[in-house]
């Protein structure tokens, strides 16, 4: 999905029909903000928007994610394209989270495993010393290898705004976070909130 082409066509739609951004944003209930990222090529609608969008914009979301007014031959093949491009991304942010997951769990046996050898093991003290450090690097070479697959699995929603976005490592590790939401900042509308994450648009 070409994101700088759905973006320009957004903006030709929306001066096709005379609005400018606020006023598109207004009808929305989203900050123009979003609107201008959208057209910047820098993120998609989510699904919840994109029919009232193209309500307004008076085009079909077939030629809202072809980023082009589709001619009747090509509709079909187009919209079979579109669909398995949507399809796939999901598919794959999915692989990615169920690989965090049990890369999470590895680790932890793994870091319980190598506590108990070194606490009921009857060994030298250089060698419990030994797996303890050893320990602490799985953990942290473990967890990081969790995050860093987690972190590319799907996307974060602004509470704020709507929009959905993927964080920088940097923001995703610093942010407070419960199982499923996260304490990011909104690169659309710049408002700090628990976003919630989705794997899927
Ligand atoms: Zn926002």
């Known amino acids: 999905m070409d994101q700088s082409k759905i973006g320009k066509f957004i903006a030709e739609s929306r001066r096709a029909r005379n609005l400018t951004q606020r006023q598109l944003a207004e009808q929305l209930s989203i900050s123009d903000k979003t609107v201008s ?24 979301v077939n030629d809202l994610l072809s980023g082009e007014k589709l001619a009747e031959e090509n509709y079909r093949e187009k919209a079979e394209e579109n669909l398995m491009n949507l399809m796939q991304e ?25 506590v108990m050898l070194a606490s009921y093991l009857p060994l030298p003290v250089w060698v419990r ?45 610093k942010g ?13 509308c710049g408002k700090t909130g628990m976003c919630r994450h989705r794997i899927t648009r």
């Open 129 to 173: 010393v030994a797996l303890l450090v050893l320990a602490v690097v799985t953990a942290v070479a473990g967890i990081g290898a969790a995050a860093r697959l987690e972190v590319k699995a799907g996307y974060y929603e602004c509470p704020h705004c709507g929009t959905l976005f993927v964080p920088t490592m940097a923001a995703y590790v």
């Open 37 to 60: 990222k959208w057209e910047c090529g820098k993120g998609l609608p989510e699904v919840s928007l994109m029919l009232p969008l193209c309500e307004l914009l008076q085009i079909t």
């Open 90 to 114: 999901n598919a794959e942010n999915k692989e990615r989270m169920v690989l965090s997951v049990i890369c999470g769990v590895i680790t932890v046996i793994a870091v319980c495993a190598l």
């Open 176 to 188: 407070y976070h419960t199982f499923t939401r996260r304490r990011l900042t909104c690169p659309a």
